[in-house]
């Protein structure tokens, strides 16, 4: 919902609310009032006393007095007929309402109220009504209003059909209302259950709380509190009515949480809802009055001091790993302005200082309205930003973890490349040592120290290529190149040219990198060499093979078992490995690791493929 739809759907409201006062024909013309501070003066006493002239909404605010409404009704008003007229109260949280009429022909007492069943109504509707003669010529009645809340009152004589069509629309803005009120408290409810947000949870009890009491005061409950005993349906109203300022106050208490105002502050909103059981006791033990004199002030101080707390929040003092709120605390202070505003305009009427307008008994409705759409506007662009915060927190944490990883990684490489490094040069290291430590040399360790420094010089290249390839792969340089020419030459300059057997066909020059083509071979020979028996021969093929529609030159390098026996078929091209019977021979376990990796940046693979008899690799090559 945007936010020009909201705005349209809130005038709305507020049109439909003044229809609901405002376009029947109201058939009293003058509102007067006298306060009988006693009591206890009869309906004949009153009418010598004088009566004071008013308008529109009566309020007094608490009195312990009887209150006295004399109502001028003129039976010409309007274009409707008929015999009769509805006179519909409002507020129904009055305790007490009596009907004092001169057409009355019956000595029967008419009393409606809140401690009065709904069923016993002359006209059931949300408001409180009496159904009184239209008269043929202007009279006064009387209402005698008795009550423990406060005593504004509105008061309206209209036809049947205006009734009915009051109420109607009456019951459809009351509905909205309602609606709206759910929406908010379904949308905390659901972020609540999902992030587990201890103020939007907060947000959600207090709407919920919101909506109790809202169905009380527009009189949804009375409907359904036939079967209570008489007097309760009072005494729930009321505990709904200091109930509701305690969910409000807790809700700030846990929103100005994060901003970290004075302690003073904070632990004196909690004084204002720890008197919540002392309110509740006082209208358990029937001293509703003193109870709702008591939440009032409560309302009118607690929004003051969570306003004086969020000014204060806007320098918090400086503390070690507190995180700033998403939401600027003038958006809070801001707030909060109009809370105490709004509700200040809302309480004096209802305490009886200061006249109000014909929407009064339904301020308290739209103000929960109005306050709860803006908090939840709040409360969402405070949740995406919290939403954001959090992923950016998650993505810093993910790369942190790789970089924990990656360094986890290297350490462990490194770990295994000394490791390695330390194992396989220690043998020629003591060859040489050996060596060089001899009184005579002969030409047999000459060899020998020649061996030992080609094995170390072997080592020493696969860590160089191997490095080269994983931080800066090659590139392929591809040219025309004779296969068994190259083959033959390579073999050749090793030093176990002589046990080699070449089968290579006759093959068309291919496109390939020759350098990186010697690299693969000659680790695949020198591995044959190393791990077969002495003076065996190696046999190395070479063919034409198409793989996949590709035509492409297989080479075959295969060779007997050694003293290493068998590899492990599946362990044989990870970095570092060796089998165990292997380190007899000096190697640095990057060999095959790095044929397997050159030969996927040449487009090809290599593989194992044993027979029964021979250690068999195979490298394909594309052409």
């Given at each position: 919902?945007?936010?020009?739809?909201?705005?349209?759907?809130?005038?709305?409201?507020?049109?439909?609310g003044?229809?609901?006062?405002?376009?029947?024909?109201?058939?009293?013309?003058?509102?007067?009032?006298?306060?009988?501070?006693?009591?206890?003066?009869?309906w004949?006493?009153?009418?010598?006393e004088?009566?004071?002239?008013?308008?529109?909404v009566?309020?007094?605010?608490f009195?312990?007095?009887?209150?006295?409404?004399?109502?001028?009704?003129?039976?010409?008003?309007?274009?409707?007929?008929?015999?009769?007229?509805?006179?519909?109260?409002?507020?129904?949280?009055?305790?007490?309402?009596e009907?004092?009429?001169?057409?009355?022909?019956?000595?029967?007492?008419?009393?409606?109220?809140?401690?009065?069943p709904?069923?016993?109504?002359?006209?059931?509707?949300?408001?409180?009504?009496?159904?009184?003669?239209?008269?043929?010529?202007t009279?006064?009645?009387?209402?005698?209003?008795?009550t423990?809340?406060?005593?504004?009152?509105?008061?309206?004589?209209?036809?049947?059909?205006?009734t009915?069509?009051?109420?109607?629309?009456?019951?459809?803005?009351y509905?909205?209302?309602?609606?709206?009120?759910?929406?908010?408290?379904?949308?905390?409810?659901?972020?609540?259950?999902?992030?587990?947000?201890?103020?939007?949870?907060?947000?959600?009890?207090?709407?919920?709380v919101?909506?109790?009491?809202?169905?009380?005061?527009?009189?949804?409950v009375?409907?359904?509190?036939?079967?209570?005993?008489?007097?309760?349906?009072?005494?729930?109203?009321?505990?709904?009515?200091?109930?509701?300022?305690?969910?409000?106050?807790?809700f700030?208490?846990?929103?100005?949480?994060?901003y970290?105002?004075?302690?003073?502050?904070?632990?004196?909103l909690?004084?204002?809802?720890?008197?919540?059981?002392?309110?509740?006791?006082?209208?358990?033990?029937d001293?509703?009055?003193?109870?709702l004199?008591?939440?009032m002030?409560?309302?009118?101080?607690?929004?003051?001091?969570?306003l004086?707390?969020?000014?204060?929040?806007?320098?918090?003092?400086?503390?070690?790993?507190?995180?700033?709120?998403?939401?600027?605390?003038?958006?809070?202070?801001?707030?909060?302005?109009?809370?105490?505003?709004?509700?200040t305009?809302?309480?004096?009427?209802?305490?009886?200082?200061m006249?109000?307008?014909?929407?009064?008994?339904?301020?308290?409705?739209?103000?929960?309205?109005?306050?709860?759409?803006?908090?939840?506007?709040?409360?969402?662009?405070?949740?995406?930003?919290?939403?954001?915060?959090?992923?950016?927190?998650?993505t810093?944490?993910?790369?942190?973890e790789?970089?924990?990883?990656?360094?986890?990684?290297?350490?462990?490489?490194?770990?295994?490349?000394?490791?390695?490094?330390?194992?396989?040069l220690?043998?020629?290291?003591?060859?040489?040592?050996?060596?060089?430590?001899?009184?005579?040399?002969?030409?047999?360790?000459?060899?020998?120290?020649?061996?030992?420094?080609?094995?170390?010089?072997?080592?020493i290249?696969?860590?160089v290529?191997?490095?080269?390839m994983?931080?800066?792969p090659?590139?392929?340089?591809?040219?025309?190149?004779?296969?068994?020419?190259?083959?033959?030459?390579?073999?050749?300059?090793?030093?176990?040219?002589?046990?080699?057997?070449?089968?290579?066909?006759?093959?068309?020059?291919?496109?390939?990198?020759?350098?990186?083509?010697?690299?693969?071979?000659?680790?695949?020979?020198?591995?044959?060499?190393?791990?077969?028996?002495?003076?065996?021969?190696?046999?190395?093929?070479?063919?034409?093979?198409?793989?996949?529609?590709?035509?492409?030159?297989?080479?075959?390098?295969?060779?007997?078992?050694?003293?290493?026996?068998?590899?492990?078929a599946?362990?044989?091209?990870?970095?570092?490995?060796?089998?165990?019977?292997?380190?007899?021979?000096?190697?640095?376990?990057?060999?095959?690791?790095?044929?397997e990796?050159?030969?996927?940046?040449?487009?090809?693979?290599?593989?194992?493929?044993?027979?029964?008899?021979?250690?068999?690799?195979?490298l394909?090559?594309?052409?």
């Amino acid at each position: 919902m945007t936010p020009a739809m909201l705005i349209k759907m809130i005038l709305a409201l507020l049109l439909m609310g003044i229809a609901v006062s405002s376009n029947a024909a109201d058939h009293i013309v003058e509102r007067a009032y006298f306060e009988d501070s006693s009591a206890s003066l009869s309906w004949p006493q009153v009418q010598k006393e004088r009566f004071t002239p008013f308008a529109g909404v009566f309020t007094r605010g608490f009195t312990r007095s009887a209150i006295w409404l004399r109502l001028r009704i003129d039976p010409r008003a309007g274009q409707q007929s008929g015999e009769q007229l509805i006179l519909s109260i409002r507020p129904i949280y009055l305790d007490e309402v009596e009907l004092f009429d001169p057409l009355q022909v019956s000595d029967t007492p008419r009393v409606t109220g809140d401690r009065h069943p709904w069923g016993t109504a002359e006209y059931r509707s949300l408001n409180l009504n009496f159904v009184i003669p239209r008269g043929e010529v202007t009279r006064d009645i009387w209402l005698r209003i008795n009550t423990t809340s406060t005593t504004l009152s509105h008061v309206e004589a209209l036809s049947p059909s205006e009734t009915q069509t009051a109420d109607l629309q009456q019951g459809l803005l009351y509905s909205i209302l309602l609606a709206f009120q759910v929406l908010l408290m379904g949308w905390a409810a659901s972020h609540w259950a999902a992030q587990r947000d201890r103020v939007v949870g907060a947000f959600a009890f207090k709407q919920m709380v919101s909506i109790i009491f809202s169905l009380a005061y527009m009189g949804y409950v009375r409907l359904f509190a036939d079967t209570l005993p008489a007097g309760w349906l009072d005494r729930g109203f009321s505990l709904c009515i200091v109930a509701y300022p305690s969910a409000l106050i807790w809700f700030d208490y846990q929103l100005l949480r994060e901003y970290r105002p004075p302690q003073w502050g904070m632990r004196l909103l909690l004084c204002f809802i720890a008197l919540l059981p002392l309110e509740l006791v006082l209208i358990l033990v029937d001293q509703v009055q003193p109870a709702l004199r008591l939440n009032m002030l409560i309302v009118l101080g607690a929004p003051l001091v969570t306003l004086l707390l969020a000014i204060a929040a806007r320098n918090p003092a400086p503390v070690k790993d507190w995180v700033a709120p998403v939401i600027p605390i003038n958006v809070i202070v801001a707030f909060h302005v109009f809370v105490v505003l709004t509700l200040t305009i809302q309480v004096l009427p209802a305490l009886g200082l200061m006249e109000t307008f014909g929407l009064s008994h339904l301020n308290f409705l739209f103000h929960g309205l109005f306050n709860g759409i803006l908090m939840v506007t709040i409360l969402y662009v405070r949740a995406r930003r919290m939403e954001a915060k959090q992923a950016e927190v998650q993505t810093a944490l993910t790369i942190s973890e790789q970089q924990s990883r990656r360094e986890r990684q290297q350490r462990l490489e490194q770990s295994k490349f000394l490791s390695m490094l330390a194992h396989e040069l220690k043998t020629p290291l003591s060859i040489l040592r050996m060596v060089l430590g001899a009184k005579h040399s002969t030409p047999a360790l000459t060899d020998e120290a020649a061996r030992a420094i080609q094995d170390m010089n072997n080592v020493i290249e696969r860590c160089v290529q191997v490095d080269k390839m994983e931080e800066n792969p090659w590139q392929v340089s591809p040219q025309p190149m004779n296969v068994a020419d190259e083959l033959r030459a390579l073999c050749e300059s090793m030093r176990c040219g002589s046990r080699l057997q070449i089968q290579a066909a006759d093959l068309t020059p291919i496109e390939a990198d020759p350098k990186l083509l010697r690299i693969l071979l000659s680790n695949l020979i020198d591995n044959a060499d190393k791990y077969s028996p002495p003076h065996s021969s190696i046999l190395v093929e070479v063919l034409a093979e198409t793989r996949n529609g590709e035509a492409g030159v297989a080479f075959r390098i295969s060779n007997q078992p050694g003293k290493a026996g068998w590899p492990e078929a599946h362990m044989l091209f990870r970095k570092y490995y060796r089998s165990a019977g292997a380190h007899e021979a000096t190697g640095s376990g990057l060999g095959l690791y790095l044929v397997e990796h050159i030969a996927r940046i040449l487009g090809g693979q290599a593989s194992y493929q044993p027979t029964a008899t021979h250690i068999r690799f195979s490298l394909w090559i594309p052409a």
